[in-house]
């Protein structure tokens, strides 16, 4: 939202995305290292992922509804932009023989389609694909796939480095 009020990086979504995965980390490191500091007994790698997901997950969800409603309410130009910009690239793309050929070549069942049929295809996938229900599914399936990989990885680095068992 700061992005947006101060008119920083108005076109691209790239400092936002870097936000959200370095907010992930944040809240998974921060919700186990204070739950190590409560536990009492010695737990196993485990209950530790488990722990460190449910700090992840609520970050997860708070970001994908506020996703939904930024796109939604608060910023649909941007849908509108890029729409506009990705119907400018079909259109060069459509219209220029060697890329519609290689785009052909790629997609099977362009093949027996027609410019037209190719072009509208392209174009209601856009719309579709720019949607704030689509970013904000999207944002939840990479959002979770990304804190689990972080659970992961924080939990072998707290039980290996600094919560390490002193013998």
Do not use: C, W
């Amino acid at each position: 939202m700061s992005f947006f009020y101060f008119g920083l990086f108005e076109d691209s979504i790239k400092a936002g995305v870097l936000t959200n995965i370095l907010g992930v980390l944040i809240a998974i490191s921060i919700g186990l290292f204070l739950q190590k500091l409560r536990d009492t007994e010695e737990t196993n790698a485990l209950l530790d992922m488990k722990n460190a997901m449910s700090a992840g997950v609520p970050y997860v969800v708070m970001v994908s509804i506020f996703i939904y409603f930024f796109y939604a309410k608060i910023n649909p130009e941007f849908d509108r932009h890029q729409i506009a910009e990705n119907e400018v690239a079909i259109e060069k793309m459509v219209n220029d023989p060697a890329q519609l050929k290689k785009f052909r070549s790629e997609m099977e069942d362009a093949e027996v389609m027609t410019k037209e049929e190719i072009e509208k295809k392209l174009k209601d996938s856009n719309i579709q694909g720019a949607s704030p229900g689509f970013r904000s599914t999207l944002s939840v399936l990479a959002l979770l796939v990304l804190a689990t990989l972080y659970s992961i990885l924080v939990t072998i680095i707290y039980r290996q480095v600094v919560f390490k068992p002193r013998t």
